[in-house]
């Protein structure tokens, strides 16, 4: 598929150097015309090489440049005319024949994508919830983002692996099961709905903070877990069971497809990075902890707590090893919140100083995005100050679906399986469109009411004009 834009860039280029090789740089300014009655594209450069001539002392009008500009222009099928206007633009006419040719080998053999140099394998770190919790609107922008990255990926030929790294070990479940041996006594043979289940948690984080003997014993069950009794394990299990089962829900709505590999996955990787790094000189205990300082970093990563026990560091450094070393990545993405981009800055210069990756071979990213904002620009919340449940907010994006599109008497039209199929790809459209819409970087604001709207720039007018593409 021939690049269009590009493609005048390079007649241009050549014709503007040809124009006036006393510019060393000249100014190369080619774009779409704003007002499509004055042509297709528009180049600019005239009088900017007008500005360039004068500070040599040299006295140029810039309709005169724009006039050799055209005079220079190589023999070419893709422009049919130029026109010179005001002080020196000029107006690109595109041949139809050859804009025809090219719309129409898009639509028979679609977007092809330019050959790989080389295939490389791709691992994109994203949506990330934790078990025993349920998925929130925090998990909304990784998961939509993650997902499009890697389709992205997929599309240009590239070896995709999407990884779930979801919090699924660590002290949290030593309290949880604990808390259950109290209240659930059944825990060991089915575990409670993921909704009482998240209560549950916060129950055990209240028993954890205020009672010393049920500290003590959330901190047994903790080691128990970590010494893999079976009894444990399998309360573990179940619990982590039922959260992927409702994490599913959510997917089965997005379309996404990820494979789960939690911190549990890492744990026994992490004794030998912490032997790596004590063997390299590269730590140093301080006040019982063994820290990391990489280099060029202000903050330390604490690999080794005062207990004994291991830290998110640890299973960062962990996964990254195995990302390079096991997967062969050469392109690993971390697709979290910009709150964690001190974080990742410091697990990859770790790395890097350990010698387990060269920035100029392997590319590692943290991509960063903002938070999501209710209608009053504060952090999208329910009225009672919790956070929105993903659930919620995508079975209320179902509603207003349906109820836009019975305004639009589309029931009548549709048949019952077309209609629900018509909800989902609406709701489900929209709310992935308006995330990705936004720049990455900034918040945005969360509205239904804008995102179902079928005008202007929403899923909904894309739909729609997407089908009459199809059908006119």
């Known amino acids: 598929m021939l690049n269009i834009n590009q493609h005048l860039q390079e007649i241009f280029g050549e014709a503007i150097r040809a124009s006036c090789p006393e510019l060393d740089s000249p100014p190369l300014a080619v774009a779409p015309n704003q007002q499509s009655k004055f042509g297709d594209y ?32 190589p023999k070419n099928d893709l422009i049919q005319k130029t026109e010179i206007a005001g002080p020196g633009f000029i107006n690109v006419h595109l041949e139809r024949k050859f804009v025809s040719k090219l719309l129409s080998n898009l639509l028979v053999n679609g977007v092809q994508p330019p050959p790989l140099a080389s295939k490389k394998r791709v691992v994109v770190d994203f949506s990330s919830p934790n078990i025993a919790k349920e998925m929130h609107v925090g998990h909304l922008r990784s998961t939509i983002i993650g997902e499009s990255m890697c389709r992205l990926f997929e599309f240009l030929g590239y070896d995709v692996l ?133 280099p060029g970093q202000s903050i330390p990563l604490t690999i080794v707590k005062s207990d004994g026990g291991y830290t998110y560091d640890t299973s960062d450094l962990a996964a990254i090893h195995q990302r390079i070393f096991e997967e062969k990545a050469d392109i690993i993405i971390y697709v979290t919140d910009s709150g964690q981009a001190t974080h990742f800055q410091v697990v990859f210069a770790a790395a890097q100083m350990i010698g387990w990756y060269d920035p100029k071979v392997t590319r590692v990213e943290h991509a960063g995005f903002g938070v999501v904002l209710g209608e009053d620009k504060k952090k999208f919340k329910t009225r009672s100050g919790d956070t929105v449940r993903l659930m919620d907010l995508l079975e209320e994006g179902l509603k207003r679906s349906m ?46 009411d804008k995102m179902l709207d079928d005008r202007g720039n929403t899923a909904a007018y894309l739909l729609y004009a997407f089908t009459r593409i199809r059908y006119d």
Request: charged share 30%; aromatic share 10%.
């Open 42 to 73: 528009q180049c600019n450069s005239a009088m900017a090489m007008a500005q360039m001539l004068k500070a040599k002392g040299v006295k140029a009008n810039p309709r005169e440049i724009a006039e050799k500009i055209i005079q220079n222009l």
């Open 162 to 294: 999407r990884l779930n790294h979801v919090g699924d070990w660590g002290t949290q479940f030593g309290m949880l099961i604990a808390h259950l041996q109290d209240k659930f006594p059944d825990y060991l043979t089915v575990s409670p709905p993921i909704s009482d289940l998240q209560g549950f948690y916060k129950e055990s984080k209240k028993r954890f903070d205020e009672e010393e003997e049920f500290k003590k014993r959330a901190y047994q069950c903790v080691v128990r877990l970590q010494s893999k009794e079976p009894d444990f394990i399998k309360a573990w299990n179940l619990i982590c069971d039922v959260s992927r089962k409702e994490f599913q829900r959510v997917y089965d709505c997005l379309d996404i497809t990820i494979i789960e590999r939690g911190e549990s996955y890492y744990q026994d990787m992490m004794k030998q990075v912490v032997k790596e790094f004590e063997e390299k000189g590269l730590s140093q205990v301080d006040d019982g902890r063994t820290i990391v300082f990489a």
């Open 403 to 448: 109820d836009k599109l019975k305004e639009k008497e589309r029931d009548k039209v549709l048949t019952p399986e077309e209609l629900i199929k018509a909800q989902r790809s609406v709701a489900f459209g929209c709310i992935k469109y308006a995330d990705l819409s936004h720049n990455r970087i900034n918040d945005y604001v969360f509205s239904f």
